[in-house]
C-alpha cells in the first residue's frame, strides 16, 4: 500500500507478485493478492494501453498477465484474485472480485462465474452481490443475446 502511495505501484505489485509466488503458504497471503488486485485495478484506470509493458516484471513474477490491453485503454482481470485458496471472508471476497472482473468478461461468462461462486460458498455474506451479477448478466443475455458482449460497467 504505501509503495503505491508513493506513486511506485510498479514496484508494490512486483513485490506482491513475487511474495505470492514464492511463499505460496504465507501469512496474509488473500490479503496481498486482495491489496494487489486493487492497486492494479487504479493503475489500469490511470495508464494508456501503450503503457502496459510496465508491469511486464511483475507479470512473469506472477505468471499471468496483470493487465490485458484492450483498445486505448489497459484492464484490471482480477489475475492476482484468481491465485486465492482456501475459505473464509477474504477469499469470498476474491471469488467476487473474480466474477466481476475476470476474463472473459461477457453477460454469459459473468453469470457462469456468479453461479460457480454461489454453489462454492452458497453462505457467502456476498451471495447478494452473486446473485445480483448473475442475475445482470442472465438480464443482458435475455434482452439482446449479447452474451459476447462486455457486461457494463462491471467490465470495462
Same mark, same amino acid.
Given at each position: 500500500?504505501?509503495?503505491?502511495?508513493a506513486?511506485?505501484?510498479?514496484?508494490?505489485?512486483?513485490?506482491?507478485?513475487?511474495y505470492?509466488?514464492?511463499?505460496p503458504?504465507?501469512?496474509?497471503?488473500?490479503?496481498?493478492?486482495?491489496? @494487489? &488486485?486493487?492497486?492494479?485495478? +487504479? =493503475? %489500469? $484506470?490511470?495508464?494508456?494501453? !501503450? /503503457?502496459?509493458?510496465r508491469?511486464?516484471? *511483475?507479470?512473469r513474477?506472477?505468471?499471468?498477465p496483470?493487465?490485458?490491453?484492450?483498445?486505448?485503454?489497459?484492464?484490471?482481470r482480477?489475475?492476482?484474485?484468481?491465485?486465492a485458496?482456501?475459505?473464509?471472508?477474504?477469499?469470498?471476497? @476474491? &471469488?467476487?472480485?473474480?466474477? +466481476? =472482473? %475476470? $476474463?472473459?468478461?461477457?453477460? !454469459? /461468462?459473468?453469470?457462469a462465474?456468479?453461479? *460457480?461462486?454461489?454453489?462454492?460458498?452458497?453462505?457467502?455474506?456476498?451471495a447478494?452481490?452473486?446473485?445480483?451479477?448473475?442475475?445482470?448478466?442472465?438480464?443482458a443475455?435475455?434482452?439482446?443475446?449479447?452474451?459476447?458482449?462486455?457486461? @457494463?460497467?462491471?467490465?470495462?
Open positions: 500500500g504505501e509503495l503505491a502511495k506513486g511506485r505501484a510498479e514496484a508494490a505489485l512486483e513485490l506482491c507478485a513475487g505470492v509466488r514464492a511463499v503458504g504465507g501469512a496474509a497471503r488473500t490479503d496481498v493478492l486482495l491489496a @494487489a &488486485g486493487r492497486i492494479a485495478e +487504479a =493503475l %489500469a $484506470a490511470s495508464l494508456p494501453a !501503450a /503503457d502496459g509493458g508491469l511486464e516484471r *511483475a507479470s513474477l506472477l505468471g499471468q496483470i493487465l490485458e490491453a484492450k483498445g486505448e485503454a489497459l484492464r484490471y482480477a489475475a492476482f484474485e484468481a491465485l485458496e482456501g475459505t473464509g471472508p477474504l477469499v469470498e471476497e @476474491a &471469488g467476487l472480485r473474480v466474477v +466481476a =472482473l %475476470a $476474463a472473459p468478461c461477457t453477460p !454469459a /461468462d459473468v453469470a462465474r456468479a453461479e *460457480a461462486f454461489l454453489k462454492r460458498w452458497p453462505g457467502s455474506a456476498l447478494g452481490e452473486a446473485r445480483a451479477l448473475r442475475a445482470r448478466g442472465l438480464d443475455v435475455a434482452r439482446g443475446g449479447q452474451a459476447a458482449a462486455p457486461l @457494463a460497467p462491471l467490465c470495462p
